[in-house]
Nanobody, 124 residues
Framework: QVHLVESGGGLVQAGGSLRISCAASERTFGAYTMGWYRHAPGKDREFVAS????????YYGDSVKGRFTISRDNVSNMIHLQMNSLKPEDTAVYYC?????????????????WGQGTQVTVSS
């Protein structure tokens, strides 16, 4: 019933940039929080970034702060993650997510709906 479609993943060299995007259906109209998580082989799922739509606050995981920027486009109902200065340790499947409720104090989503994921690979 909730549909999130992700795009923009791919292979980049270390130090390069990518922008991944998430197209949301109209059922996300009432969303409070949207964001990104990632899951790398051998690691737990990791919080990347989130934003609150009404208050327009942004949150970032410590490992990406200063390099990644989350943004939204209300006209197209999309959110984006601009990833700069990419490192090999950024290699992961990146998942778009949203919630109808406020995030935790650190920006992590509660009661999450997930997209299908898009692969980002950073070579060294």
């Amino acid at each position: 019933q909730v549909h999130l479609v992700e795009s923009g993943g791919g292979l980049v060299q270390a130090g390069g940039s990518l922008r991944i995007s998430c197209a949301a259906s109209e059922r996300t109209f009432g969303a409070y929080t949207m964001g990104w998580y990632r899951h790398a082989p051998g690691k737990d799922r990791e919080f990347v970034a989130s934003l609150t739509l009404a208050v327009d606050l942004t949150y970032y995981g410590d490992s990406v702060k200063g390099r990644f920027t989350i943004s939204r486009d209300n006209v197209s109902n999309m959110i984006h993650l601009q990833m700069n200065s990419l490192k090999p340790e950024d290699t992961a499947v990146y998942y778009c997510a949203f919630s109808y409720i406020a995030p935790e104090n650190n920006g992590r989503l509660r009661s999450v709906y997930w997209g299908q994921g898009t692969q980002v690979t950073v070579s060294s």
